[in-house]
């Protein structure tokens, strides 16, 4: 990329809760599109009439810019959310996640793990060995950002996901996110699933298994959602962990593989041995 790169980051609200929000980085020349892009996407938005709309646009240093490749992804379908929540499970605790603590995990974002049951803004820190959670403010959470691919992926990754019908902006937001999760230092999983009612769609990523989408892990209508990342505590110190995922500009220069839909095993108790879930 040139020599000047912009962050630029784009926030809604409706009725002062949290309508919309997308960010990219860019050069100088496409700030200006970029800009009117995110607030005709915030003004168009199918969950609400915007009130408030704030963008911001941030200069970045280009060599302080870390260039990382995408986690693999593959789709796991399934109609039934209770399993799909058991195959979270047990994708999380192949990750390195304890077994009651990943589903200690599910139920806080199915009781809504911010204050009062409600919704986070940003995502759950836990210790995968403990439990216990890690993050600074238990009402915001930790916020992601200033992550985007390089401009000559964006559109390899376009094509690569709507040849396997994943054409939609969540998907590949979803995946960049989840990327620079998994770039961090100490993570071992993350665990994420929308508080929009009608899309049921979660995954669990890691670092083996990349980003695994589980197309059922809450029941529709559901407005409870969150993200939970598990990091090792004694592998990285907390403050630098948030420091790396709010403020360090990374963009993804290489995709991974888009591999086929899989079709779970029948019966949950053979998904820990199962080839077809956990082959190499
Ligand atoms: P979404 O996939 O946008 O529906 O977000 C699902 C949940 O993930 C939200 O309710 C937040 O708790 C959390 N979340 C959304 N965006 C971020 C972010 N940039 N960083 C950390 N957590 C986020």
């Known amino acids: 990329m040139g020599s000047s790169l912009y962050s630029v980051r784009m926030r809604a609200t409706c009725q002062s ?8 980085i860019v050069t100088a020349a496409a700030v200006s599109e970029t800009t009117a892009a995110l607030t005709s996407r915030a003004m168009s938005h199918v969950n609400g009439v915007a009130d408030e709309v704030y963008c911001s646009v941030e200069r970045i240093d280009p060599a302080i810019v870390r260039y990382e490749k995408l986690p693999d992804i593959s789709t796991y379908q399934l109609d039934d959310w209770q399993k799909g929540r058991q195959l979270a499970c047990c994708m999380l605790s192949r990750a390195g996640v304890k077994e009651d603590i990943a589903a200690r995990a599910v139920q806080l974002l199915a009781n ?7 919704a986070m803004r940003g995502a759950v820190i836990m210790d995968p060995a403990t439990g216990e959670r890690l993050e600074r403010d238990q009402s915001r ?52 699933w929308s508080d929009n009612p009608d899309y049921t769609t979660g995954y669990v990523a890691d670092l083996h298994g990349g980003y695994q989408r589980i197309t059922a892990l809450k029941p529709v209508g559901d407005s409870l959602g969150g ?11 907390i403050d630098e962990l948030i420091d790396y995922l709010e403020c360090q500009p990374v963009l993804f220069d290489g995709l991974g593989d888009c591999r086929t839909i899989h079709e779970p095993a029948a019966n949950p108790a053979d998904w820990p041995r199962s080839q077809l879930l956990f082959g190499p």
């Open 17 to 24: 809760k949290h309508l919309a929000g997308a960010e990219r």
């Open 141 to 192: 959470g930790v916020r992601v950002s200033r992550m985007d691919l390089a401009p000559e992926c964006r559109s390899e990754l376009e094509r690569e996901l709507a040849s396997v019908g994943l054409d939609h902006h969540r998907v590949l937001e979803a995946l960049v996110l989840a990327g620079k999760v998994l770039s961090a230092p100490g993570v071992v999983a993350e665990l994420c």
């Open 112 to 118: 809504g793990a911010g204050p009062e049951g409600s």
């Open 227 to 237: 993200r939970v990342f598990f990091i090792d505590p004694t592998a990285v110190a």
